[in-house]
């Protein structure tokens, strides 16, 4: 089933209506429940197609996507070689940032020899420290 089609028939359920003959659910049908409503209109807005921003459009093809055995091989292999995080993100379709933080997870790089900031940390490397952060208000 395609990803319009099922929203469709996700609207139409959570607005009580039956999405095959369009017809209205009787009061004492469950998608007349108050939870049952709020929660189609939950899973609805959480389905819903979201275009895709400019930069993940433009993204390598497995960014993102789960690091299996032999690509952790080939990416410690090259690293050992001497190759440069950019030359392998391009080769294993990465970003430079995901080659990096693998590299740290594997203990090759530390997060003060990333050229790349980790998001998920509160340390910063020292391409980024110069870099103030302001909290939104």
């Given at each position: 089933?395609?990803?319009?089609?099922?929203?469709?028939i996700l609207s139409a359920l959570a607005n009580g209506v039956n999405p095959s003959t369009g017809e209205i659910f009787p009061p004492e049908s469950p998608y007349q429940q108050v939870d049952v409503v709020r929660a189609l209109f939950a899973a609805l807005e959480r389905f819903r197609v979201r275009p895709r921003s400019k930069s993940r459009a433009n993204a390598p093809?497995?960014?993102g996507k789960p690091w299996?055995?032999?690509?952790?091989?080939r990416l410690l292999a090259a690293?050992?070689?001497?190759?440069?995080?950019?030359?392998?993100?391009?080769e294993l379709g990465r970003t430079v940032a995901g080659i990096?933080?693998?590299?740290e997870r594997h203990g090759r790089l530390t997060a003060h020899e990333r050229t790349t900031m980790n998001r998920f940390s509160r340390e910063q490397s020292?391409?980024?420290?110069s870099v103030q952060r302001v909290p939104p208000d």
């Open positions: 089933m395609d990803e319009t089609k099922a929203v469709a093809s497995n960014a299996g055995d032999e690509e952790d091989r690293f050992d070689l001497g190759r440069a995080p950019l030359e392998i993100a391009r990096e933080a693998r590299l020292p391409a980024t420290q």
